[in-house]
């Protein structure tokens, strides 16, 4: 996408949410749409692609939020009035008189990137305009970066807090395997662009401006492919069916991000690749729950146990151990077993907290009702004068 299409195109609008939307609406309001519109359930459906295609740019942008920053900056810019349209369809910065289509270039489809190799809004003005024809300060840009790409992963809650390597299945766009990223065809190679002699950008003189542009014949590239890849055509990048080893470390948690730099999508023309964002999803375990790097665990107990006390053998993760109850535990008394959680990297572990319940029987046989009452005759009355004063005032 050109800077063009930043100015042109409303992101929010085709997400449907507003300016003001949060990373997590904006997220949600994407996977929504892009579920809608995949060509995988519209067969055949042209719109349902150009659909697709749209809000994968739009959240190319406003998903990251350095673009989405650099984004909103551009179109606050342009549209504030900045810059003012001529009779050619350009404008006027400072009152100087240039087209606007050089700042893209124009019909020739050359780009001036935000949000890649060459930096934000700043370093665009800085390069626009350098006095006394300093054209050998401003920097190519060079092969556009790839996007990011995001995949999502269930872990087992054991593999969760103990760490475990899974093989992730992404179709996704990935490196030329016929040309290895450079875009050429075998046996040759991509060469110097001749106009900018691979600098990547061009250079005129303008009044007393020296105005720089990223040069049109090779497009900020600096090179030029005269004998296309057959395979990718040109790019550098196909789609394809991959395969990764990804090592998810122990106690990572449910909703945690893992980037793993350099795996995403390959840059144009043997640009660097963007990166990938695994989001983990944790199952629940059904005795296990998990608060921070401490594991938790619910335990029933007898009353008599409660009253009497005694010593509990409870399962951990990869074991068992035995804590004690003392005698008159209440019901709700959480005991802890050091060492027994979550263990990091760092060296710390957490703990296995134990919440003893104890349990009330719904039924008792003739016996141990009247070994109750006996019990009831022989222990003190609960402590509820403070409850039987108010009670006395209302009667």
Not at 71 to 86: H, V
């Amino acid at each position: 996408m050109s800077s063009k299409d930043w100015i042109e195109k409303d992101y929010y609008a085709v997400l449907g949410v507003e300016k003001s939307a949060s990373s997590d609406e904006i997220k949600k309001s994407y996977r929504k749409l892009a579920r809608e519109s995949h060509p995988d359930h519209n067969p055949g459906d042209p719109k349902a692609e150009e659909r697709f295609k749209a809000v994968s740019e739009a959240y190319a942008v406003l998903g990251d939020e350095k673009k989405r920053r650099e984004y909103d900056e551009m179109r606050s810019l342009f549209g504030s009035g900045a810059f003012r349209r001529n009779a050619r369809g350009g404008g006027q910065p400072g009152g100087m008189p240039f087209d606007v289509s050089d700042l893209f270039g124009g019909a020739a489809g050359g780009e001036a990137r935000f949000g890649g190799a060459g930096g934000g809004l700043g370093d665009l003005f800085s390069s626009l305009f350098t006095g006394g024809g300093a054209a050998g300060a401003t920097r190519p840009r060079g092969p556009a970066k790839g996007r990011d790409v995001e995949a999502e992963v269930a872990l087992d809650f054991s593999d969760a807090v103990r760490g475990v390597t899974l093989p992730l299945t992404l179709r996704a766009p990935g490196v030329c395997d016929t040309c290895h990223g450079n875009g050429a065809k075998p046996g040759t190679s991509p060469v110097a662009c001749p106009v900018c002699h691979g600098a990547g950008v061009t250079t005129r003189n303008q009044g007393s401006f020296s105005f720089s542009e990223p040069c049109r014949n090779c497009q900020g590239v600096g090179t030029i492919v005269e004998e296309k890849c057959p395979e990718c055509h040109g790019t550098g990048g196909v789609t394809k069916t991959r395969t990764l080893n990804v090592r998810f470390p122990a106690g990572v948690a449910d909703g945690q991000r893992i980037r793993l730099a350099g795996r995403g999508e390959p840059g144009e023309r043997g640009g660097p690749a963007g990166d990938l964002f695994v989001h983990v999803k944790v199952r629940p375990d059904e005795l296990f729950g998990r608060t921070g790097d401490d594991l938790t665990l619910t335990v029933p107990i007898t009353y008599a146990e409660a009253v009497l006390g005694t010593d509990l053998r409870v399962p951990t993760l990869d074991g068992t151990v035995t804590l004690r109850v003392p005698p008159g535990t209440p019901s709700g008394r959480v005991l802890r077993a050091r060492g027994k959680g979550v263990a990091r990297k760092d060296g710390r572990t957490g703990d296995l907290l134990v919440t003893l319940d104890v349990v009330v029987p719904a039924k008792v046989s003739d016996e141990a009702r009247a070994a109750l009452e006996a019990f009831a005759e022989q222990t003190p009355p609960a402590a509820r004068e403070h409850l039987d004063a108010r009670v006395r005032r209302f009667s």
